[in-house]
């Protein structure tokens, strides 16, 4: 197994290392920044599990898997960029970085696990990109200040507390292609005002969300009635060749 250092608060991973190891670096509140270089594919389960000194992270290029609960506790992390190698972002994997404001999935993730970015409640907006087919239960669970969600492409299902309580949540841009939205996949979006759907769907999701928690009927509506609040996109023009 690799050995690890931290100098000055930096942490050092041998050169030619492949995988950082579970728990590699869990609860060293001493650790400011780590490089994560080119050569690690994946991060280990719990490798910086409550470093809560953490503020500066620089993952490599090469990197396909983020475990589970591998950041989960950083709360000085305030920004992170998630490479474009990665393919899946394990459960809980940022679960609690609080100061967490600015995350950018890239296209190449197909997963992203369950309670994986739970209680970040810096947050203020998400664009889940058009790689990404499958997202789990509670997913972005209370992010209270996220304001605004942008779904693309090929997602068939928002499951259960998806976005649960994300109480500050305005707007979200659904694809066409969403076959489920579970009954609890908003419950506790409260000032939920607009949801975008692609030209002509209006009724496609008017009729998934009616199953929605939220909108039963007696629990009465959020910031209007389903058909104040789905609002369809106009068709996007192609431009015509030349």
């Known amino acids: 197994m690799a050995e690890y250092e931290i100098k000055d608060g930096v942490g050092i991973i041998p050169e030619g290392t492949t995988e950082i190891g579970e728990f590699a670096f869990r609860d060293c509140t001493g650790l400011t920044s780590i490089t994560i270089p080119d050569s690690v594919t994946k991060i280990g389960e719990y490798a910086f599990r409550g470093c809560t000194g953490l503020t500066s992270v620089t993952i490599g290029n090469s990197v396909a898997e983020i475990g589970v609960c591998a950041f989960a506790g950083c709360i000085g992390l ?34 992203i696990g369950k309670y994986a970015f739970d209680h970040c409640s810096g947050l203020t907006n998400i664009v889940i990109p058009e790689s990404v087919t499958e997202i789990k239960i509670g997913a972005f669970r209370n992010c209270e200040g996220l304001k605004t969600v942008v779904i693309k492409g090929k997602l068939k299902k928002i499951p259960d507390e998806a976005f649960g309580y994300c109480s500050a949540l305005e707007s979200i841009t659904l694809p066409v292609g969403i076959d489920k ?46 058909d104040e609040i789905v609002v369809e996109l106009p068709a996007e023009k192609k431009e015509k060749k030349k």
């Open 181 to 226: 939205i579970d009954s609890l996949s908003f419950l506790g979006c409260t000032t939920l005002k607009v949801i975008n759907v692609p030209a002509k769907k209006g009724d496609y999701y008017i009729q998934r969300f009616e199953r929605c928690q939220q909108f039963e009927v007696g629990k009465g509506p959020l910031q209007g009635t389903l």
């Open 78 to 111: 305030t920004s992170i960029t998630i490479p474009d190698s990665v393919t899946e972002i394990g459960s809980n994997a940022f679960y609690d970085c609080t100061g967490l404001t600015s995350v950018t999935i890239p296209d190449s993730v197909t997963k």
